[in-house]
């Protein structure tokens, strides 16, 4: 994010440019205002795996104010035709129909990006879709809970969230027979990676643990979990 920008001004520029590569000719008056030289190479999925947790948070916000019901037009014909970055940007659109359809496509595939926008929709307002979104889900791997999981800790305070992460996380102990928090706490996430420690730790670790995760924890904030739990036992 630009140092000199808002959360909403650089997510408003994320959205055009990315909108742009995927119908490069502007079709709307604040389309030809906001944007400059189109951007044709930019890739969609990579970028949206790219964002950090919060940014594509931010950016699901934006993507449903009114400006945007207009300018996501072109999307519905890309997602009938499968387009996997169409189908990521559709996910956040304004338009209850179009996010379902868009879910419906993303449900089928197995990119950590997928999941990655599926998390996003497993606290959507549209019951439908959020069922259509943890369903999906479900179908947890090692390479899809990194990308999901720390989604659904951002969002565990918001409507339905913090259900959809206590089913994700059962998903993930049935699918792969370890706990979700092992699987996140390397993750780059800072909310994510603490959640993960914090988990674990009132799981039960035992006193060797938790005193070589007090001296090798670069993070002082897991590292004084630990100290409170060792004082604790």
């Known amino acids: 994010m630009p140092p000199d920008g808002t959360p909403g ?12 590569a995927l119908a490069p000719e502007p079709r709307h008056w604040w389309q030809r205002r906001s944007r400059q030289t189109p951007d044709r190479a ?17 950016v699901d916000a934006v993507a449903r104010w009114p ?3 207009h300018a996501s037009e072109p999307l519905p014909p890309l997602v009938a035709r499968g387009d996997l970055g169409a189908c990521l940007l559709a996910s956040m659109a304004p338009d ?16 950590p990006v997928a999941h990655r926008m599926l998390a996003l929709r497993a606290g959507d307002w549209v019951g439908p879709i959020r069922t259509a979104a943890r369903t999906a889900l479900a179908q947890v791997t090692p390479e899809t809970a990194p990308a999901a999981g720390p989604v659904l800790v951002a969002l565990r305070d918001r409507a339905h969230g913090a259900d959809a992460l206590a089913q994700y996380a059962a998903a993930t102990q049935a699918a792969l027979g370890r706990p ?5 706490v390397a993750a780059p996430d800072r909310t994510a990676h603490r959640w993960a420690w914090s988990e674990l730790i009132a799981a ?7 005193i070589r995760l007090i001296e090798d924890a670069e993070d002082q904030w897991v590292a004084s979990r630990a100290i409170a739990a060792v004082v604790a036992s």
Do not use: F, K
């Open 204 to 210: 039960g670790m035992p006193p060797q643990g938790l």
């Open 9 to 20: 001004s650089w997510a408003i520029a994320e959205l055009t440019r990315l909108l742009g």
């Open 67 to 69: 400006r945007w019901r």
């Open 96 to 111: 209850g129909r179009l996010r379902a359809a868009a879910v419906a496509v993303l449900r089928r595939h197995s990119a």
């Open 42 to 58: 930019v890739d969609v999925v990579a970028t949206l795996a790219s964002w950090s947790t919060q940014q594509l948070i931010t």
């Open 180 to 184: 979700l928090a092992a699987l996140l």
